[in-house]
């Protein structure tokens, strides 16, 4: 029996000062600590020397929880800690070190039914984050300490009362989510009460008057993200390396198309070819095309722009890009642009004007001038991304400058029409200038998608004040680690795959870009050590996840590259034939990405965890249909007896289809055997689909091809080299 109530006291911080101390081993003239808690911002917290010359040392108010950072000494060279107690990989082929910052309470063990709460651990908070309403019902969080508290339950002023369950846990905290049934009319309050051993303890929005929380229908706002991008599958497209159909256009010193990469070479694509190969895209399943920048600009990448309003000449002109994103929505493909504003060139007009006229030019508050004249050569006398004195940054703050990158934002969506933004570096711009840009250019199109390109953890961003997505790279380092380097075990690669997915609302999870390839990593394949096995196991995972999948151009062709430039090569058309196993099942698991409402949804459920045999299942489902995924990373056969849940049960009375060789597998309430192959994603859907491989349309000509070389046209009718 709940013992008698006992009011719990007030709101506890939740972060500590913490003196960082560095001891330099030759003289400097600066020394900085950058890390997660700074958006790795090397200029956000400088050190001061010690009287030695050599100890620098500063103080920075950090939030519970882990930490990664780095010092900078003089402003390039980036150093871990000597004396860390704890060195980790990024996941990204970096070592950063690593501090755990504690609240005094956790020096001591929390207990199971100890009659204890630990109460600097406790938080509600009502953004998105704690307090957020998704297709019917508001979603209310609480955090506690990890392993505290036995129950969770969130009582209304109607006496109504609603069970939170523990959505996810860190290494700190256990996270408690209720879902309250809300027609957005009616205003109440809320409490909650925490259940341990017996002993229930209340947390109110004011303790001591004991004042609930509140929810004002007339005021509250949800985060609305476009709906369109739930049913949507994303391919990247790298524009000088897809395809190209305009010869007129070329660099003097194009490449052949099967060239070798470089840093700086150029292959000329270009946008004609792109809308050549609609019917391919069209083919393949795509509905949006990502594209890398397409401005001018001195580079092949083009993240160092000479205009933002400009095409590159090498990659068409502007009617031409207009014409072809015209003709990708004629055929009901969107079209995604990637901005850089965080920097431009060393060409940019404005920036041309500083180095002419120096101190007098009237656009000295675009960028971060240290002396003049400038001078663009090694060690520049200007901040500039990473050092790079080709990309000198932009100062987003500066008024004049924040009215040019938005009238940019207009530029593209008047001319172009485009669906959305990819925002390159999005941590390094400050967060005033992207609250601006949301509020600007929602007013104009609210189902106009935002994306930040962040690698790691994107709730500062998603507040519904900024972004609306991030590309998922917490996705491809879960699939990295148990696909294609095999180093987590079927219940880490579940865990975590859970633990991002509920670090964000739901609306945010859906409309996550999921990829597992990108311009900035090696192929997945080449991850994979060339194992198309294990590729297509991946590709099998991203397009069943909980998010948007995001192709990277040629990965569904079988396309080798490893880092940067290898990554980059030019589209392999001669492998886009009926015979390449590769685009047979990516054609497959679009046709499945676009159809299934229950890969739309939120939902998701994993069963079947063995982490000694390396297998799992985990299935979705949604009013109309259900997807089950098994899956087995080991190198021998596999064997699951599976009990289906109900939710999927009542969706297969015919049975659960393969859908790659369309074997049927029968669903009752007894457990179903299932026999996977080694390094295999068995993908069953309760809809059942034709049977036969998926051919290109007939529309789609390969012969004649600018994209490839003569050689490559040659050899077009043979054999994949990746088919089986």
Known sequence: MISSLVLVGAIFQDSRLHEFVFVSDKPAKSVSVAGTFNNWDK????????????????????????????FVRDGEEWMVDPKAAKNVDDGNGNTNSELSILPSEYSTPA??????????????????????????????????????????????????????KKVRTDDLYDYYRALIPWNRKSSFDYRFQLVDGGQSFYWFANNEQKQGFQVRAESFKPFEAPRWVEGTVFYQIFPDRFANGKRENDPRDVMPWDGIPTYSNRFGGDAVGVEGKLPYLKSLGVNAVYFNPIFKSPSNHRYEA????????????????????????????RAVLDFAFNHTSPGFDQFMDLRTRGEKSPYRDWYFIKSFPIV????????????????????????????????VCDFWMNNAKIDGMRLDVANEVDVKFWRKMRTHVKAKNPNLWIVGEIWGDGNPWLKGDQFDSVMNYQFRNAVMNFVA??????????DDL??????????????????????DTPRFLNECGLDADLALMGAALQFTWVGAPSIYYGDELGMEGGADPMNRKGMAWSRANNQNRFLSVYRKLTNLRRTSKALSTSNVEFQNLDDSRRVGVYSRTSDLD?????????????????????SVQKHASRGLFDIISGSRYSVSNRPTTIILKPKTALVLSSRQESNSSPTLESSYQLTGDRGDSAQSRANLNNRSPLAK
């Open 43 to 70: 200029t956000a917290h400088f050190m001061k020397a010690g009287q030695d010359g050599r100890t620098w040392s500063t103080k920075i108010e950090l939030k519970f929880g882990k930490h990664q950072y780095k």
């Open 111 to 164: 207990l199971p039914n100890d009659k204890k709460v630990t109460l600097s651990a406790i938080q509600h908070v009502q953004d998105v984050s704690g307090l957020n309403y998704d297709l019917g019902e508001l979603h209310v969080t609480l955090r506690t300490r990890r392993n505290d508290v036995g129950s969770v339950r969130v009582q209304l002023t109607n006496k109504q009362e609603y069970s939170a």
């Open 306 to 333: 000479d205009s933002y309003e400009m095409v590159d000449s090498q990659f068409g002109t502007n009617e031409e890009f207009y014409k072809l994103t015209s003709a990708m929505h004629k055929v009901g493909i």
């Open 376 to 407: 663009v050569g090694d060690k520049p006398n200007y901040e500039a991304w990473y050092g790079f004195p080709s990309m000198p940054k932009l100062n987003t703050l500066n008024p004049a400058t924040e009215k040019h990158l938005l009238n």
């Open 485 to 494: 380097k095999g180093t987590w075990s079927a219940t880490q690669f579940a």
């Open 498 to 519: 859970m633990r991002v997915k509920e670090s964000y609302p739901p609306q945010i999870s859906r409309n996550m870009m999921n990829l597992i390839g990108s311009h």
């Open 626 to 646: 259900a997807v089950v995924v098994a899956f087995n990373r080991s190198e021998q056969n596999q064997e699951i007896s599976v009990s289906f849940p109900k």
